[in-house]
């Protein structure tokens, strides 16, 4: 069988892409290898309380998450993140201390020392330093010292890109402070100085009502007949196109868009390109345990509502955060329980591949009650290890990206995309998606 674009893989980043070239018209079959769709997209409803153990929640900047959603028929299935969202919380000697999006948080809380506040405010007078890549922790140490980074910066990158910040590459993430650095000689100038676009949508932060799945099935929900559940094994050019091998036949396509995981490309990739194979493994991948916790309403009280709270590895706690989504999304728990989910792993954390499971869970929940400051026992605990869940933009990514730039080049009709080619996100997902079609089409 001859197609015209063949996408291989069925995470958001596939399907995304499968409805981009829908909506122009361009014939497709995308491939996936599992039988749901969604790849690390994944919720499931207990006792009338949606577990996402992926995603929690969409952070819609510009409403290209809203507009997707619209187009496949979830425009009444969206629902708003609480105004709880904006207060977060940091463990300091084992007590949580609140953050809040006002400027004076920084005078007031105590999640860093007065000595600390003050090297942080020296920013502006601190000399501007390499334009080199580095990391993130040593690009911030230098920046805005090394207290702050450690209470502020390192359990941001460790609970929400499973992340160690001194491997981690500063051009990568943060290239506009990299940017402000070099052109204004401090990132608090350049916060001033820079001007924020204006957009004309209001960014929201969002799920949906059974869970952030259901927009990876809507999605496939439209294309089932073009959705084939096999595993993409090998590619060789042929002609003028490609022949992809699968476990279950072959198939010849004129392009083809990659949208699996770095190491799934890099085993598809062994003989058609040796090299770019090698860079595609070498990506590495953080594992993440995510632990779905309910208790019964009345046995456990929050301080105040919240997003939940995140553990500076300093503070040598295994558990990484905490996300209270029944304040931050009250209609996805039962008006009777109360819902957490638990984030453990990353790159600090790598035993939790070897490690026994129940044994993670028992660790953790005696952390999470002693913080919460409860003894009480939960009615629900499920968990969900991703073994390779978090793609990381270590120092020098750049010569990956580059790499995977020059086999494009090497090779017109084939195509990277996928969360570690733009951005991790499920909305930079989905806007990589779009901008691949336009560059296709
Ligand atoms: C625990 C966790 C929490 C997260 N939290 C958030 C959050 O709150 N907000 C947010 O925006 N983002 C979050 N993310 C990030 C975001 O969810 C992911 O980056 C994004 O969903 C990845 O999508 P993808 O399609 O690129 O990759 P994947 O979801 O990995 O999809 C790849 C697909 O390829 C398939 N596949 C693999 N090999 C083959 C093969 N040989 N043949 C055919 N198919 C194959 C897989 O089965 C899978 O379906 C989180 C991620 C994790 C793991």
Known sequence: MKEEVLVFGGGISG?????????????FKLIEKQTETGGVISSEIVQNTVLDFGPNSLRDRDGSIRKLAEEVGLKDEIIQISEAFKTRFIVRNRKLQALTPSPKTLFTSKVISGKGKLRALAEPFISKGTSNDESVGAFLER??????????VDPVFSGIYAGDIYQISKKEILPQFA?????????????????????????MVLSFKKGIQQLPEAISGKLSDQILN?????????GNGFEVETSEGKYEAAKVISCLPAHSLSSVLRGFDPLLSETLRSIDYAPMLSTQVVFNKDDIELPQSGF???????E??????????????????SSTSSHFTLMIGGAHDREILMDDIQQIEQQILGEFTELMNTSAKPEVVKS????????????????????MDEAEEANPGFYIGGNYRWGVSVPDCVKAAEKLVQKLS
Request: net charge positive.
């Open 143 to 152: 920046r805005i010292g090394k207290e702050a980074v450690a209470y502020l």
């Open 384 to 403: 969900k290890l991703w073994r390779k869940a978090i793609p990381q933009f270590h120092v020098g990514y750049e010569s990956d990206r580059q790499k």
């Open 230 to 238: 096999e595993e993409v094994t090998g590619v060789r050019k042929k």
């Open 316 to 333: 040598n706690i295994r558990l990484l955060g905490a996300i209270w989504k029944s304040s931050i999304f009250p209609e996805l728990s």
């Open 308 to 314: 939940g709270f995140l553990i500076p590895r300093k």
């Open 179 to 203: 940017e402000n650095e070099q052109k204004f000689g401090s990132l608090m100038m350049g916060a001033l100085r820079t001007k924020k676009k204006k957009s004309e949508i209001k960014p």
């Open 15 to 27: 399907l995304a892409t499968a409805w981009n070239l829908h909506k122009a018209g361009i014939p």
